[in-house]
């Protein structure tokens, strides 16, 4: 793209996002201005072929869940995965 055909614009980013996308940037050799067109042109792609969202399998365990864990109770999954080890009730 021609310097001509580009727009100056400004966007407001949270600090710590402005941050990381500044040492990816420095880490690739790129500008910031190169890292956000690709990562702006990539999700408008992912969007374009209907992928809003990227899946990942996840490993399960044999026979199921494990006793006591109900997947459709998320407030009971997440005090599960928040609760300390050791046995319930101690």
Same mark, same amino acid.
Do not use: F
């Given at each position: ?61 044999? $026979? $199921? ?20 080890? $050791?046995?319930?009730?101690?």
């Amino acid at each position: 793209m021609s310097y001509a055909a580009r727009m100056r614009t400004t966007v407001r980013l949270n600090d710590e996002l402005l941050r990381e996308a500044k040492r990816a940037a420095a880490e690739s050799g790129r500008t910031l201005t190169a890292l956000i067109e690709e990562a702006l042109r990539e999700r408008l792609a992912r969007r374009a072929r209907g992928l809003t969202h990227e899946w990942i399998e996840l490993p399960a365990e044999p $026979g $199921g869940p494990l006793p006591g864990v109900d997947i459709d109770n998320s407030a009971a999954l997440l005090d599960l995965m928040e609760a300390p080890p $050791g046995p319930p009730g101690r």
